[in-house]
């Protein structure tokens, strides 16, 4: 039977504190665009992307070195359930939980520890609560192999930060995993039992067991701990325990024993004590970020959730997301090539301009818009509901193996027509781009500047994106409706001369005075240039009385205004493009409905208000024209407070 053994702190080599977790400390799950509206919960999101990763890495690595023609289907199964009575006293003391509540009590904070204010080791560590527990187990994963060493894949994914070699074309590469994995237990505590077939450079073992506590370095007693406490066989140090004494443990912590002659059983099963993820956060985040794996047939991939608390058994279905959906359908338009042309789908084929540094291509682009629909949620009905609590992005989802979502990119295109896409990255760029990526694999780094990332490696990322962004454009002004043709624009100087015959002057009389404008208008603009040079305007508006108009009201009371702001652009074929335009209002006015941007509030005289836009970027060879105007809707007393701005 293994005994835990708490590692101390040796002045004689270089230590480290075993709060492995803390590597994620503060990270948070990216939720752009129309994510905002539904965010996951971020300690089941990281263990669902990294716990994985790692399994389908080491899937991958197995059925390339076997050749398998049909691969084993692959899977990882999540099962949520509770300990009681005789069971629960058990297992919790093979874990050493009663140790764990002790050391808790011995000292000044939890913090020091790594830990949170509750979890299973509060209040004496209770024995008439349930212990709740996640189990993780692959099928068909090859399992945790090597001679324990340098060699050992377990010692690797267990006890390594940032020394991990990874195989070419996976999906982790410094080891942080088990940072994302260990923050799925609430006290840090988790078990490997690991299954492998003999290998000539360990012969004899095909089985191993690991449990390890990460926690924050302490002392306790008088003596200094690093926090690192190991699960090992009595009598091997900080050895696991191997075959029948690794079967034993593992049948000790409820385990289904594996056997290593089945390649379905070559794999590993984790549990995590008192687990901080729930079934729902696990299931929408298998949604989220492996759809890619799960909707590939070719893979024989799947993922599964059992909830043994409420009996539920559930397996992601990301095509019934309806925010999913897109991205799906511009993937398979991606992988697939495409019988007939669909406006509301298109397909490309991104390659590098030069083939100087070794690679020809950079993958398959495809973009996807619902003109009907999400791609103008302003105007829809049930979506403009949200447009206010939703900040709509044009996302497209980045994809390289293993099949995972790296990330939902935001393109940087503001306003609507808002697209979603994928993004899938060939083969011979897919190694580039795992070297550029954080510890978290959620973004595709595009400078070089801190030194870790090669700058060839930064560049083919850099110039990715650029491509990726420059489809976007193109792809959203060839979906975003028509102009009107140009007889319907409006020219300001024969709009004078019609206004000056309706008022009955003569050719060379001057018309009859006007009376003072109610209101003036102050606009100023900056022409800036954005990050590929091309222009866009940003500015503000101010309105207020004009000098000399007299209004009906004291200058106490408020006067309802409208006020409307428009941009256009017209090329060098007199075509009329309309450019999306952003502005921003001063508290107190309100868009009107299927009006564009025209704003209602209430101004007092006296006082001036002021309005900021900017628009989207647009071609440089176009003449462009801001137009700003503002009237009185009624000079009715308005008894109420105040307007906010005022």
């Given at each position: 039977?293994?005994?835990?053994?708490?590692?101390?702190?040796d002045?004689?080599?270089?230590?480290?504190s075993?709060?492995?977790?803390?590597?994620?400390?503060?990270?948070?799950?990216?939720?752009?665009?129309?994510?905002?509206?539904?965010?996951?919960?971020?300690?089941?999101?990281?263990?669902?992307?990294?716990a994985?990763?790692?399994?389908?890495?080491?899937?991958?690595e197995?059925?390339?070195?076997?050749?398998?023609?049909?691969?084993?289907?692959?899977?990882?199964?999540?099962?949520?359930?509770?300990?009681?009575?005789?069971?629960r006293?058990?297992?919790?003391?093979?874990?050493?939980?009663?140790?764990?509540?002790?050391?808790?009590?011995?000292?000044?904070?939890?913090?020091?520890?790594?830990?949170?204010?509750?979890?299973?080791?509060?209040?004496?560590?209770?024995?008439?609560?349930?212990?709740?527990?996640?189990?993780?187990?692959?099928?068909?994963?090859?399992?945790?192999?090597?001679?324990?060493?340098?060699?050992?894949?377990?010692?690797?994914?267990?006890?390594?930060?940032?020394?991990?070699?990874?195989?070419?074309?996976?999906?982790?590469s410094?080891?942080?995993?088990?940072?994302?994995?260990?923050r799925?237990?609430?006290?840090?505590?988790?078990?490997?039992?690991?299954?492998?077939?003999?290998?000539p450079?360990?012969?004899?073992v095909?089985?191993?067991?690991?449990?390890?506590?990460?926690?924050?370095?302490?002392?306790?007693e008088?003596?200094?701990?690093?926090?690192?406490?190991?699960?090992?066989?009595?009598g091997?140090?900080?050895?696991?325990?191997?075959?029948?004494a690794?079967?034993?443990?593992?049948?000790l912590?409820?385990?289904?024993?594996?056997?290593?002659a089945?390649?379905?059983?070559?794999?590993?099963?984790?549990?995590l004590?008192?687990?901080?993820?729930?079934?729902?956060?696990?299931?929408?985040?298998?949604?989220?970020?492996?759809?890619?794996?799960?909707?590939?047939?070719?893979?024989?991939f799947?993922?599964?959730?059992?909830?043994?608390t409420?009996?539920?058994?559930?397996?992601?279905?990301?095509?019934?997301?309806?925010?999913?959906?897109?991205?799906?359908?511009?993937?398979?338009?991606?992988m697939?090539?495409?019988?007939?042309?669909?406006?509301?789908?298109?397909?490309?084929?991104?390659?590098?301009?030069?083939?100087?540094?070794?690679?020809?291509?950079?993958?398959?682009?495809?973009?996807r818009?619902?003109?009907?629909?999400?791609?103008?949620?302003?105007?829809?009905?049930?979506?403009?509901?949200d447009?206010?609590?939703?900040?709509?992005?044009?996302?497209?989802?980045?994809?390289?193996?293993?099949?995972m979502?790296?990330?939902?990119?935001?393109?940087?295109?503001?306003?609507?027509?808002?697209?979603?896409?994928?993004?899938v990255?060939?083969?011979?760029?897919n190694?580039?781009?795992?070297?550029?990526?954080?510890?978290?694999?959620?973004?595709?780094?595009t400078?070089?500047?801190?030194?870790?990332?090669?700058?060839?490696?930064?560049?083919a990322?850099?110039?990715?994106?650029?491509?990726?962004?420059s489809?976007?454009?193109?792809?959203?002004?060839e979906?975003?409706?028509?102009?009107?043709?140009?007889?319907?624009?409006?020219?300001?100087?024969?709009?004078e001369?019609?206004?000056m015959?309706?008022?009955?002057?003569?050719?060379?009389?001057?018309?009859?005075?006007?009376?003072?404008?109610?209101?003036?208008?102050?606009?100023?603009?900056?022409?800036?240039?954005?990050?590929d040079?091309?222009?866009?305007?940003?500015?503000?508006?101010?309105?207020?009385y004009?000098?000399?108009?007299?209004?009906?009201?004291?200058?106490?009371?408020?006067v309802e205004?409208?006020?409307?702001?428009?941009f256009?652009?017209?090329?060098?074929?007199?075509q009329?493009?309309?450019?999306?335009?952003?502005?921003?209002?001063?508290?107190?006015?309100?868009?009107?409905?299927?009006?564009g941007h025209?704003?209602?509030?209430?101004?007092?005289?006296?006082?001036?208000?002021t309005?900021?836009?900017?628009?989207?970027?647009?071609?440089?060879?176009?003449?462009?024209?801001?137009?700003?105007?503002?009237?009185?809707?009624?000079?009715?007393?308005?008894?109420?407070?105040?307007?906010?701005?005022?």
């Amino acid at each position: 039977m293994p005994e835990w053994h708490w590692e101390l702190v040796d002045h004689s080599r270089i230590n480290a504190s075993g709060d492995f977790a803390k590597m994620f400390r503060g990270e948070r799950v990216k939720s752009p665009g129309v994510f905002g509206a539904d965010p996951l919960e971020d300690e089941s999101a990281l263990l669902m992307r990294e716990a994985v990763q790692n399994s389908w890495d080491a899937a991958m690595e197995t059925r390339a070195e076997t050749g398998e023609l049909e691969p084993h289907p692959f899977e990882v199964s999540f099962r949520l359930f509770e300990l009681w009575g005789e069971d629960r006293d058990r297992i919790a003391g093979a874990l050493g939980l009663g140790d764990l509540a002790h050391r808790v009590e011995s000292v000044d904070s939890r913090q020091i520890l790594g830990l949170g204010e509750k979890d299973c080791l509060s209040d004496g560590f209770a024995s008439d609560l349930p212990l709740p527990m996640l189990e993780i187990r692959e099928h068909a994963a090859g399992g945790m192999h090597g001679p324990w060493g340098e060699d050992s894949k377990l010692l690797r994914a267990m006890c390594t930060i940032g020394i991990t070699p990874a195989t070419p074309n996976r999906g982790g590469s410094f080891g942080y995993g088990k940072a994302g994995l260990i923050r799925g237990s609430r006290v840090r505590t988790v078990i490997a039992y690991t299954c492998f077939a003999e290998r000539p450079d360990d012969e004899g073992v095909t089985r191993r067991l690991l449990g390890m506590t990460y926690w924050g370095s302490h002392k306790h007693e008088g003596r200094s701990y690093t926090g690192a406490r190991w699960f090992a066989c009595l009598g091997n140090g900080h050895e696991p325990c191997v075959n029948e004494a690794a079967d034993q443990v593992a049948s000790l912590l409820g385990f289904a024993l594996r056997d290593p002659a089945e390649v379905s059983d070559r794999g590993t099963t984790m549990l995590l004590v008192d687990p901080t993820v729930t079934a729902d956060g696990l299931v929408r985040a298998a949604e989220r970020f492996w759809w890619p794996a799960l909707e590939d047939g070719s893979l024989q991939f799947g993922l599964v959730v059992k909830d043994e608390t409420t009996g539920g058994v559930h397996h992601p279905r990301p095509k019934r997301n309806p925010d999913l959906l897109p991205f799906i359908e511009a993937f398979e338009a991606a992988m697939m090539r495409q019988d007939h042309k669909r406006s509301e789908l298109r397909a490309y084929d991104l390659k590098p301009r030069s083939t100087a540094d070794g690679y020809d291509r950079f993958g398959k682009l495809a973009l996807r818009s619902d003109r009907s629909g999400w791609s103008y949620p302003e105007t829809v009905e049930g979506l403009a509901e949200d447009a206010g609590e939703v900040e709509h992005r044009s996302l497209v989802a980045l994809i390289r193996d293993p099949r995972m979502v790296v990330e939902y990119y935001d393109t940087g295109a503001r306003g609507s027509p808002y697209i979603r896409g994928a993004f899938v990255a060939d083969s011979v760029i897919n190694e580039r781009l795992r070297l550029t990526e954080n510890k978290a694999h959620d973004t595709w780094q595009t400078s070089s500047a801190a030194g870790d990332i090669a700058t060839a490696d930064a560049e083919a990322a850099r110039l990715l994106l650029q491509q990726v962004r420059s489809r976007v454009r193109e792809y959203r002004a060839e979906v975003r409706p028509k102009p009107k043709p140009y007889a319907a624009m409006r020219f300001p100087v024969w709009d004078e001369l019609a206004r000056m015959l309706w008022r009955g002057a003569a050719p060379g009389e001057r018309p009859p005075p006007r009376p003072a404008r109610a209101l003036s208008i102050q606009p100023g603009e900056r022409l800036a240039v954005g990050e590929d040079g091309r222009p866009y305007v940003e500015g503000a508006a101010s309105i207020g009385y004009s000098d000399g108009y007299t209004p009906e009201h004291p200058e106490g009371d408020l006067v309802e205004v409208s006020l409307r702001c428009s941009f256009a652009a017209i090329d060098g074929s007199r075509q009329q493009h309309t450019v999306p335009l952003d502005v921003e209002t001063p508290r107190g006015f309100v868009p009107q409905e299927g009006s564009g941007h025209v704003f209602r509030g209430r101004i007092k005289p006296g006082h001036r208000v002021t309005f900021e836009y900017l628009t989207e970027e647009y071609d440089s060879y176009w003449t462009v024209e801001v137009d700003v105007s503002a009237e009185i809707v009624a000079e009715d007393r308005f008894d109420g407070a105040e307007s906010p701005d005022q």
